[in-house]
């Protein structure tokens, strides 16, 4: 089966950094992505990962290491609008090979305080 | 044109009601997504169409009847829905489904069913 973990709820500071983790054990991996989505409006790509490694772009960082099945978003120089739901979705082939689709983890809940 | 529109923002239908949900997108992606998302829960996927076929039911009821007019039209109708399909429906594209292609999500519809 397919399943993904990220912690429910964080708070963080202005101007800090933020890591958000998220685990997955899927068949068929095929690239992980990091959407962020403010509460109300739709999921906004964020980032994409299909090799281990870091990508890193302006103000967010995301991680991945395929063998341990482990990816994180980096936040930095947190700022209040940053506070938003942060989800962690896993591409991965039908069995078959014949489609590909995302599957989105449970999200993470960012607070981000003065 | 970098967005992908959906129609109506809200709806609210009784059970015996039918009605659809509209969605459009002028990128010329060729793969089209519908999905189902609770209150405070990730996206789940519903359906995916590729090429404007069908590729992807989520084992959705048959209720909830997909659409693929033109490549960048996708429906979906509503027909004797229950009241816990009350939720946002959101409408994504992708230019494939393949590779690293992220997938843009519309505004959503949300949905109550009374």
């Known amino acids: 089966g397919q399943n993904i973990d990220q912690p429910t709820e964080m708070t963080a500071t202005e101007g800090a950094i933020v890591q958000i983790n998220c685990t997955y054990q899927?068949?068929?991996?095929?690239?992980l992505f990091w959407y962020q989505q403010h509460a109300g409006e739709a999921p906004t790509f964020l980032s994409y990962?299909?090799?281990?490694g870091l990508e890193e772009k302006g103000r967010f960082s995301s991680f991945l290491s395929r063998s341990k099945g482990y990816s994180y978003l980096l936040l930095k120089e947190l700022q209040m609008k940053d506070s938003a739901s942060y989800l962690c979705a896993v591409r991965a082939w039908e069995t078959g090979g014949a489609t590909n689709k995302l599957i989105f983890g449970t999200g993470t809940l960012l607070a981000v305080q003065p | 044109d970098t967005e992908v529109t959906q129609t109506p923002k809200h709806l609210v239908m009784g059970m015996t009601n039918k009605k659809s949900l509209k969605c459009e997108q002028h990128m010329g992606h060729r793969a089209m997504y519908w999905y189902k998302q609770k209150a405070k829960k990730p996206p789940e996927l519903m359906f995916v169409y590729s090429y404007e076929k069908l590729s992807i039911n989520e084992s959705v009821p048959s209720r909830f009847s997909p659409e693929c007019p033109n490549s960048s039209l996708l429906n979906l109708h509503l027909h004797a829905l229950q009241p816990e399909d009350s939720a946002l429906y959101l409408c994504?594209?992708?230019?494939?489904?393949?590779?690293?292609?992220?997938?843009?999500f519309g505004p959503g519809t949300r949905l109550t069913v009374l």
């Open positions: 899927t068949s068929g991996f095929n690239g």
């Open positions: 990962n299909v090799l281990d």
């Open positions: 994504a594209s992708s230019q494939d489904e393949g590779s690293n292609n992220e997938q843009f």
